[in-house]
C-alpha cells in the first residue's frame, strides 16, 4: 500500500464551486506539505504543517485553505476555484528535522 | 532571494548514452542539495542528496557531487536507460528555506531504444 495517498486523482470542476482535494499518509510523519505543478514552473509550495496545531503559507497561498485534520491528515480546499487553478497537485510529507520528502501520486485538477 | 536553475529539457538521448543535467544554485547558508526524479504518472521521490561540500550522492547509477565553490549539483549517469525517462529535478534547501522550498523547473529527459 501506498505510504502517502491523495484523493481524488481526478477532478474537473466548474469555476466557483468550492473543492477539496485529500491527503493521508502512513509514515508517521510529523510534516506535511501540499504543491501545485505546472509545466515550466516546476514545484510551487502552496502550505505546509509542522505539526496538527503548526498551518503556515507557502509562496502562493491566495485562493487556498488548509486543515490539518490529524496528524495523517492534511486537505487543501480551494473555496471558489478559478481555472487558473487548473494544475497538478501534490502532498508530501517529511520526518521532523529531515529535509527528504515523500511524495502523493498527485491529484488532477480541471477547473472549467 | 534563493534560488534553482536547471537546464531547459526536453533532453532527447539514446540508450547507453551519457546524461549530464546541470544545475546551479543561490542559498544563504549551507543548503543541502537533492535530486528527485518523476516518472511518467507518479509523484517526485527522492533520487539522490548531498549535505556538505564535495560529497558525491549516488543512486541507480546517477552521482552528483557538492560543489560549493561553483554552487553547483550536476547530476549525471554514464550510460542510460529507457526506463530513466522522467522529469529530473534539482532542489537545494537550507533552513532558511522553509516556507519556500526551491525546487527547478524540471528537466525532462527521454531516452529512445
Known amino acids: 500500500d501506498a505510504d502517502v495517498t491523495q484523493t481524488p486523482r481526478n477532478r474537473i470542476t466548474k469555476t466557483g464551486k468550492r473543492i477539496m482535494l485529500e491527503c493521508s499518509q502512513t509514515k508517521g510523519h510529523d510534516r506535511m506539505y501540499w504543491y501545485r505543478q505546472d509545466p515550466g514552473l516546476g514545484l510551487r509550495l502552496i502550505y505546509y504543517s509542522f505539526d496538527v496545531k503548526d498551518i503556515n503559507k507557502g509562496e502562493i497561498s491566495d485562493g487556498y485553505s488548509v486543515s490539518r485534520q490529524a496528524q495523517a491528515k492534511f486537505s487543501l480546499s480551494l473555496e471558489s476555484a478559478i481555472p487558473n487553478q487548473t494544475a497538478l497537485y501534490f502532498c508530501a510529507t517529511s520526518p521532523t528535522g529531515s529535509y527528504e520528502q515523500y511524495f502523493g501520486p498527485g491529484t488532477r485538477l480541471t477547473v472549467t | 532571494g534563493d534560488s534553482v536553475t536547471q537546464m531547459e529539457g526536453p533532453v532527447t538521448l539514446s540508450e547507453e548514452a551519457f546524461l549530464t543535467i546541470n544545475c546551479t544554485y543561490t542559498?544563504?547558508?549551507?543548503?543541502?542539495l537533492f535530486w528527485y526524479v518523476q516518472y511518467p504518472g507518479e509523484g517526485l521521490q527522492l533520487l539522490l542528496k548531498a549535505t556538505k561540500a564535495d560529497d558525491k550522492g549516488s543512486n541507480k547509477g546517477f552521482e552528483a557531487t557538492y560543489r560549493k565553490e561553483t554552487t553547483s549539483f550536476h547530476l549525471e549517469k554514464g550510460s542510460v536507460q529507457v526506463s530513466d525517462s522522467a522529469v529530473y529535478f534539482c532542489?537545494?534547501?537550507?533552513?532558511?528555506?522553509?516556507?519556500?522550498?526551491?525546487f527547478g523547473a524540471g528537466t525532462q529527459v527521454v531516452v529512445t531504444p
Open positions: 532542489a537545494p534547501m537550507t533552513t532558511d528555506s522553509w516556507g519556500k522550498f526551491q
Open positions: 542559498a544563504t547558508g549551507y543548503p543541502s
